[in-house]
């Protein structure tokens, strides 16, 4: 069972870091944002790119199977990721949000970006998987009945690294500040002088840089494939619904209920059903607590 659990903090990790994304994109921008999925792919593939180019594999750090050539290519796919993004917003939900659109229109706009940005890959890739390399994942034992994959230990640390730079960034930086206060009242917030608009473009950084991490984690971990974030797209939003739709840490600690509700009904042999068990949990959680874990009550 511990085994199981690991595996489940592994998932949680990966779909915490997609699923910040969208509660910033909610929070500040007011709507859910059905192309996350495809943000994360878009940071998969671009690490793909950077790490072709490169030319040097993906490197090792010690037992871990990946070294600096991922890490840096990640880097650079967050920098492409973000100008994608910010060109779509700038073409498309910019324009928008200046009509005064309502939020059906912003999520159907969003929707038809991952229905594009999901083709797009497919067609450019030919819809057969890919990988950053060919390994054979080594584990060691901790103690007796439980082995951990170095790679799983590095996964985790980097997340709780984007973690703890996302918590810097919102509470000691007046970036931060500023996008709290437009989460809050974006009208009174640009009474008071907040440049929303560099707020909206810096949400939408951060959140396609969490989502670049994300894809080019799970891309290591698995496989690359064109569905790979719209399958991952259902467990981040129950993570931003469980957790607390208005509060980022509640989607960490939602993400977190999330990958371990999934590992145990692998663990029980659910695992053909684990989405259905994973809602059905969520369903009963919210009936009783329907702001969510840390969510308030509107």
């Not at 103690?143 to 790679?151: I, K, L, R």
């Not at 000691?172 to 008071?192: D, F, H, I, K, Y």
């Not at 974030?229 to 739709?245: S, T």
Request: charged share 10%.
């Amino acid at each position: 069972m511990i085994q199981y659990l690991a595996d489940g903090i592994v998932n949680a990790a990966l779909i915490a870091l997609g699923a910040i994304g969208l509660s910033m994109t909610y929070n500040v921008l007011r709507f859910a944002n059905f192309a996350q999925g495809e943000i994360l792919t878009a940071g998969a593939y671009f690490t793909l790119l950077v790490v072709t180019v490169l030319g040097a594999g993906i490197g090792t750090m010690g037992p871990i199977a990946f070294g600096w050539p991922l890490l840096v290519s990640m880097l650079v796919a967050i920098a492409l990721t973000g100008a994608v993004v910010l060109v779509v917003d700038m073409l498309l939900f910019a324009p928008l949000r200046g009509r005064n659109a309502s939020r059906i229109t912003l999520i159907m706009a969003a929707f038809g970006v991952s229905l594009m940005g999901r083709n797009l890959v497919m067609l450019m890739t030919g819809g057969e998987p890919f990988y950053y390399d060919f390994y054979i994942p080594r584990a060691f034992a901790l103690f007796p009945g439980f082995e951990v994959v170095p790679d799983d230990l590095a996964i985790v640390a980097i997340a709780g690294l984007a973690f703890a730079l996302l918590f810097v960034l919102v509470n000691r930086t007046s970036m931060g500040r500023q996008m709290r206060a437009v989460a809050e009242n974006p009208t009174l917030a640009r009474v008071n002088g907040i440049d929303v608009r560099a707020v909206i473009r810096w949400t939408w950084i951060v959140g396609a840089a969490l989502a670049t991490v994300a894809g080019a984690l799970l891309g290591h971990n698995t496989q690359l494939r064109p569905e790979m974030g719209f399958d991952l797209l259902l467990p981040m939003f129950a993570a931003l619904i469980l957790g607390g739709a208005t509060n980022l840490y509640g989607t960490i600690l939602g993400a977190v209920v999330i990958g371990l509700t999934e590992a145990l009904a692998v663990a029980i042999g659910l695992s053909g059903y684990r989405a259905a068990v994973t809602f059905a949990v969520i369903v009963v959680f919210l009936l009783l607590r329907p702001q969510g874990l840390l969510g308030e009550r509107e």
